[in-house]
Nanobody, 124 residues
Framework: QLQASGGGLVQAGGSLTLSCAPS????????AGWFRQAPGKEREFVAA????????HYADSVKGRFTISSNNVKTTVYLQMNSLKPEDTAVYYC???????????????????WGQGTQVTVSS
């Protein structure tokens, strides 16, 4: 019920912006997050944002390089990725929760809605 897009192939040091929006419905007062899963590894938290956009949280591995945001009408969540590294290569998933009561969550167990994943490949 979420549509993620924007993945692709980029050289190390480059940038990509991922987008995530609900399909077929409007989400009200959600918290959202991005996760990623590299081959042979477990899915890991990347970034999260509160409904208002006033609270964000990042994994240490992406802090200072990635920025999570939402548009003014809260219909789309973005993940701006700068200074990409080969170790950022993974399938990236967006997630949203309508029921989570905190400002944001770093646990994938907190999210009810997931996108299909978009591949990000960073070449060295």
């Amino acid at each position: 019920q979420l549509q993620a897009s924007g993945g692709g192939l980029v050289q190390a040091g480059g940038s990509l912006t991922l987008s995530c929006a609900p399909s077929g419905r409007t989400f009200m007062r959600y918290v959202a997050g991005w996760f990623r899963q590299a081959p042979g590894k477990e899915r890991e938290f990347v970034a999260a944002i509160s409904w208002s956009g006033g609270s964000t949280h990042y994994a240490d591995s992406v802090k200072g390089r990635f920025t999570i945001s939402s548009n003014n009408v809260k219909t789309t969540v973005y993940l701006q990725m700068n200074s990409l590294k080969p170790e950022d290569t993974a399938v990236y998933y967006c997630a949203a929760s309508l029921s989570y009561e905190g400002p944001y969550s770093t646990s994938d167990q907190s999210y009810e809605y997931w996108g299909q994943g978009t591949q990000v490949t960073v070449s060295s």
